[in-house]
């Protein structure tokens, strides 16, 4: 069965930084696009970041300029790393992939989701 698992999350004074991890498990044969959503209490989830499997980047604004995504597609992995963290960014963050499985299927997954809180 194929997962996206994540790593990283935790508690961290504002100004901190934090890094995200996310691997994906099981019958994975290739990745494509992967990145970093988040959800707030009584937000919707929005994007974060994306990085394509070539290196292209997609950041939303709140993230440029302080967060980086990077990846490493021998391990089928996507990391977040997070810096000058404020309160805003508390959140959960989800992991998400395109991932060609075992029957040759490109699909979208989830993870399960991390918390970051940014609090003093």
């Known amino acids: 069965q194929v997962q996206l698992v994540e790593s990283g999350g935790g508690l961290v004074q504002p100004g901190g930084s934090l890094r995200l991890s996310c691997a994906a498990s099981?019958?994975?044969?290739?990745?494509?696009?992967m990145g970093w959503y988040r959800q707030s209490p009584g937000k919707q989830r929005e994007l974060v970041a994306t990085?394509?499997?070539?290196?292209?980047?997609n950041y939303a604004g709140s993230a440029k300029g302080r967060f980086a995504i990077s990846r490493d597609n021998a391990k089928n992995s996507v990391y977040l790393q997070m810096n000058s963290l404020k309160p805003e960014d508390t959140a959960v963050y989800y992991c998400w992939g395109n991932l060609l499985d075992g029957e040759d299927r490109w699909s979208r997954y989830w993870g399960q989701g991390t918390q970051v809180t940014v609090s003093s």
């Open positions: 990085m394509t499997r070539g290196g292209n980047t």
């Open positions: 099981g019958s994975v044969f290739s990745t494509g696009t």
